[in-house]
């Protein structure tokens, strides 16, 4: 069997290579926990950095990402009373002031864009209060491509691809299904968001079990 555990658990998140490398990370669709949905995330030494455990199955609609130690790092919450398929996602464990709105698109006319993540109103106010309704309201992000098929892509604002999601190979190219597969991260995005939009991409588009559900 193809190893995907880890070498050793590492407490502290990876950060950008200081050579301006990309971050390539091994996500499995699997919870360190037994008899839990969730993810286990790698680095490329195999040392454990982020894990996703579903603890409280009553919690519905919530989910946090939490470094090797356990310590949470992001939470992403169903956004309540909207229309379609809107989440937010909080630093920590917080319940105020959101970072980002991530929202399922769904334009059947165009098929290639899967999500788009706008700062919230209270970031886009601390980052820039002198900016227009209409500009705190613009796209930071855009992922276009099949999730079900682990082929996509995180676009910015300027359309520069900052992160992506790859079907993954062991040695001698055999595939390892959907349920192991690639996370590139460019230095211009924190790893730890680009894997909380992993785990909205499978709320959004996967065929397993959802957390929420």
Same mark, same amino acid.
């Given at each position: 069997?193809?190893?995907?555990?880890?070498?050793?658990?590492?407490?502290?998140?990876?950060?950008?290579?200081?050579?301006?490398?990309?971050?390539?990370?091994?996500?499995?669709?699997?919870?360190?926990?037994?008899?839990?949905?969730?993810?286990?995330?790698?680095?490329?030494?195999?040392?454990?950095?982020?894990?996703?455990?579903?603890?409280?199955?009553?919690?519905?609609? +919530? !989910?946090?990402?939490?470094? =090797? %130690? @356990?310590?949470?790092? /992001?939470?992403?919450?169903?956004? &309540? *009373?909207?229309?379609?398929?809107?989440?937010?996602?909080?630093?920590?464990?917080?319940?105020?002031?959101?970072?980002?709105?991530?929202?399922?698109?769904?334009?059947?006319?165009?098929?290639?864009?899967?999500?788009?993540?706008?700062?919230?109103?209270?970031?886009?106010?601390?980052?820039?209060?002198?900016?227009?309704?209409?500009?705190?309201?613009?796209?930071?992000?855009?992922?276009?491509?099949?999730?079900?098929?682990?082929?996509?892509?995180?676009?910015?604002?300027?359309?520069?691809?900052?992160? +992506? !999601?790859?079907?993954?190979? =062991? %040695? @001698?190219?055999?595939? /390892?299904?959907?349920?192991?597969? &690639? *996370?590139?991260?460019?230095?211009?995005?924190?790893?730890?968001?680009?894997?909380?939009?992993?785990?909205?991409?499978?709320?959004?588009?996967?065929?397993?079990?959802?957390?929420?559900?």
């Amino acid at each position: 069997m193809t190893k995907v555990h880890p070498n050793a658990a590492v407490a502290n998140t990876i950060k950008a290579t200081s050579d301006g490398h990309a971050s390539v990370l091994t996500v499995w669709k699997k919870s360190l926990l037994f008899n839990c949905n969730g993810f286990t995330v790698y680095d490329g030494k195999g040392n454990l950095v982020y894990r996703v455990d579903n603890y409280m199955q009553g919690n519905r609609g +919530e !989910i946090v990402l939490m470094d =090797a %130690a @356990g310590k949470p790092l /992001l939470t992403i919450r169903r956004k &309540r *009373l909207s229309l379609g398929d809107n989440w937010l996602v909080y630093d920590g464990e917080t319940v105020v002031n959101p970072r980002l709105s991530v929202r399922k698109h769904v334009n059947i006319l165009t098929t290639k864009c899967l999500a788009h993540v706008t700062p919230t109103s209270s970031d886009a106010n601390s980052k820039n209060t002198a900016s227009s309704s209409s500009n705190k309201k613009k796209a930071m992000y855009e992922i276009e491509g099949s999730y079900s098929q682990r082929s996509c892509a995180v676009y910015d604002g300027k359309k520069r691809r900052v992160a +992506e !999601i790859k079907r993954k190979e =062991a %040695a @001698g190219g055999v595939a /390892l299904g959907v349920d192991v597969f &690639r *996370l590139i991260v460019e230095p211009d995005m924190d790893t730890a968001l680009a894997m909380a939009l992993v785990i909205l991409l499978d709320q959004m588009f996967g065929s397993s079990k959802r957390f929420s559900s």
